[in-house]
């Protein structure tokens, strides 16, 4: 389902392609600025995933792990795609304090034993995830200006939400207490 809901997002972003004058410079700087936060956030996304593939002990962790790298890796290069789109290089921000706080989780990751792994990581991708779908819902599809990112924020989002369900389900499986 979840992968059906990004291959719809490429055909969407495709017949967007054809559209008719580039944005405003106003517009696209904004537009810039969601698309390199979006695009910085799925990346470091993929590397905590990446890592879980390497590293979960249990089969359900890796494979939400490898789903997470297919998914995330696909709404990476849709962002990317918009981006030529709108004519908008996508500079890494060298004060990203979210990916300094996947660098932190990575760190920690590879810190933890076995069933502690998974409960870390998981845990993580319910936050991660849901910080997402808020940026997606309260920051970034208002202020977009650009139909392709518009497009591309509201393809994703079920995708995000139904990761946020998935990790929250297989982290309760394992959790020793209360938690988000």
């Given at each position: 389902m979840l992968k059906i809901l990004l291959f719809t997002a490429i055909a969407g972003l495709s017949l967007l392609a054809t559209g008719d004058a580039p944005p405003a410079a106003a517009a696209q700087r904004d537009d810039a600025a969601i698309l390199r936060s979006f695009e910085e956030a799925v990346s470091a996304g993929i590397a905590c995933a990446q890592l879980a593939t390497e590293r979960a002990p249990s089969a359900d962790a890796r494979n939400f792990a490898k789903n997470l790298v297919a998914e995330h890796g696909l709404a990476r290069q849709l962002a990317r795609d918009v981006a030529?789109?709108?004519?908008?290089?996508?500079?890494?921000?060298?004060?990203?304090?979210?990916?300094?706080?996947?660098?932190?989780?990575?760190?920690?990751?590879?810190?933890?034993?076995?069933?502690?792994?998974?409960?870390?990581?998981?845990?993580?991708?319910?936050?991660?995830?849901?910080?997402?779908?808020?940026?997606?819902?309260?920051?970034?599809?208002?202020?977009?200006?650009?139909?392709?990112?518009?497009?591309?924020?509201?393809?994703?989002?079920?995708?995000?939400?139904?990761?946020?369900?998935?990790?929250?389900?297989?982290?309760?499986?394992?959790?020793?207490?209360?938690?988000?």
């Open positions: 030529v789109q709108l004519n908008i290089t996508l500079r890494p921000n060298a004060s990203n304090a979210r990916a300094n706080e996947h660098e932190k989780v990575q760190k920690a990751l590879r810190e933890r034993p076995d069933n502690a792994f998974d409960i870390l990581f998981l845990r993580h991708e319910v936050e991660y995830h849901q910080e997402l779908v808020t940026l997606i819902e309260k920051e970034w599809l208002p202020a977009a200006k650009s139909e392709d990112l518009s497009s591309l924020l509201s393809q994703v989002k079920p995708a995000f939400e139904a990761h946020v369900a998935t990790a929250r389900r297989l982290w309760e499986q394992r959790r020793p207490g209360d938690g988000p």
